[in-house]
């Protein structure tokens, strides 16, 4: 399996809390993604990085805010969570900007806002 | 803007057999890349087989295969003497070639949730 990893895998949380969902990866990967997924439904790109300080929206519009300090490590924080935000959501990198090759991906945190 | 069209939401194949799951897809590119990812329940997913545009043979990867029409926009995997283990939601998903801000992210279609029957 690729070494991208999601913490936490499941979180239940109230209204209007602050959360952060951690993704890591140790490939070295410059690019990384964040992907929205509802159940039973296709993958949505929400924010997007190139290598570190750079992150651009993708192309579902979200409240939630990403950072990209560190080549590793790209949180995805929503600073007001609300029942609208469940969902299931994947990180993922990849190794190279041009060329044949392929996203890895991490195994999802599966949001509940209550 | 590209789409990706899978329009069998749930297909069942058994176990031994074969299946074909069927992906579209609409694009002014010329060149790009097309992908079948695998998704198991709740485990990460994984790509199962990748083709590029300009590569007229169809790529196979043991049990997979795929037959890219380019032509008519359209990109099947088979999938061979199936498995237990090819129970799972299958995404196709396309990715441009060119340059340029957000042209490496994956557009992906619904999803094909795929049953092996024993």
């Known amino acids: 399996e690729a070494d991208i990893y999601q913490t936490p895998r499941y979180l239940v949380i109230g209204t209007g809390k602050k959360i952060t969902l951690e993704c890591s990866q140790t490939?070295?990967?410059?690019?990384m993604y964040w992907y929205q997924q509802d159940p039973g439904m296709e993958l949505h790109l929400i924010h997007y990085?190139?290598?570190?300080?750079?992150?651009e929206k993708g192309d579902l519009s979200s409240e939630s805010t990403v950072s990209r300090i560190r080549t590793e490590h790209f949180p995805l924080t929503l600073e007001s969570a609300r029942p609208s935000h469940t969902s299931q959501y994947l990180c993922?990198?990849?190794?190279?900007?041009?060329?044949?090759?392929?996203?890895?991906f991490g195994q999802g945190t599966r949001l509940t806002v209550v | 803007a590209q789409t990706v069209t899978q329009s069998q939401p749930e297909m069942s194949v058994q176990e031994a057999e074969t299946v074909t799951l069927s992906c579209t897809y609409d694009t002014s590119e010329s060149d790009y890349y097309l992908f079948w990812y695998k998704q198991p329940p709740s485990r990460q997913m994984i790509l199962v087989i990748r083709q590029e545009a300009y590569k007229q043979q169809n790529a196979t990867e043991n049990r997979f295969s795929v037959n890219f029409q380019k032509a008519a926009k359209s990109f099947s995997l088979k999938i061979s003497d199936s498995q237990l283990g090819d129970a799972a939601m299958y995404f196709c998903a396309y990715r441009s070639r060119l340059g340029g801000a957000g042209s490496y992210q994956l557009t992906f279609g619904k999803g094909t949730k795929l049953s092996v029957i024993p």
């Open positions: 490939m070295g990967h410059d690019k």
């Open positions: 990085s190139y290598g570190v300080n750079s992150t």
């Open positions: 993922a990198s990849q190794p190279d900007l041009q060329g044949n090759t392929e996203a890895f």
